[in-house]
């Protein structure tokens, strides 16, 4: 692998620092005590670095999402790590009846409701729900939303916490039978010298990003996905890479559509 290439991931992180510094030492300054609370300054760092990055990476994958979101998500939409929302701009108002934005980082929820508002889903109508757990708590997002028809997952499985067994009980307790999971994420590569390399930075990538890693075979864990019985879970299902993305890629993106059994 090319050094340039290895070595790339470190404007980005440069950036991020940028972004994030001013706002995460006022909020330090203000509240001394979250010196103590690293997963909150980490939030922090996130909602400024996801402020400064978010659009822009939105508009890279604009084509992919809309041959994969635009295309396959109907009925009730759990959207798993939502970000700002943008997957709101992607759904189809003639096969989706509610967006339901997952979202730990309650830091990004204004900016959600904006986004959602402005595709055409309001708190107001029922079409927008917000939650602020976490994907691995579905005694909640059943409870408040109920099973769902489709799941989808966007540059988020990099970090999310247990995420094989986060996978699993998502697709099995909340997935309804006959449902879709659809995903866009960057996952480890096959390439095994670009891997080392995703292994190596994934330490101090994470600091910077609320703990995204750069070297999870997410990708490999959904197609594996089982039940309780230790039976495939999927129907269907198929995975594609992005056209035209260089081989040495720290950020190695794959796509999926996986259709639960009935």
Sequence with gaps: MKLSAAFGFLTDFRYALQASLPGTLKAVISSPSLLLKPALVSRIVMSYVWGLFANGIDGNSREIKIGLIT???????????????????????????????LEPNVLMHPQIRATAKAAGFEEADGT???????????ETILSTVGAVDTIVSVLTLC????????????????????????????VRSP???????????????????????????????IEGALNTKGEKIWKEGRRWGVKGEPEEHLWWHQAGRYVKVS
């Design 191 to 221: 390439r095994d010298d670009v891997a080392w390399w995703q292994k190596l930075w994934t330490p101090l990538w994470q600091l910077a990003f609320d703990g995204c890693k750069l070297d999870r075979p997410t990708h490999l864990w």
């Design 71 to 101: 295309q396959d998500a109907h009925g009730l939409v759990l959207d798993i790590g939502a970000g700002h929302g943008h997957t709101a701009n992607y759904l189809d108002h003639d096969k989706v009846s509610k967006y339901v934005a």
């Design 128 to 138: 927008l729900v917000i939650l602020s757990c976490g994907a691995e708590d579905t």
């Design 159 to 186: 970090s999310i916490p247990s995420p094989e067994l986060t996978i699993s009980t998502l697709v099995r307790d909340v997935l309804q039978p006959g449902g879709v999971l659809l995903y866009f994420e960057h």
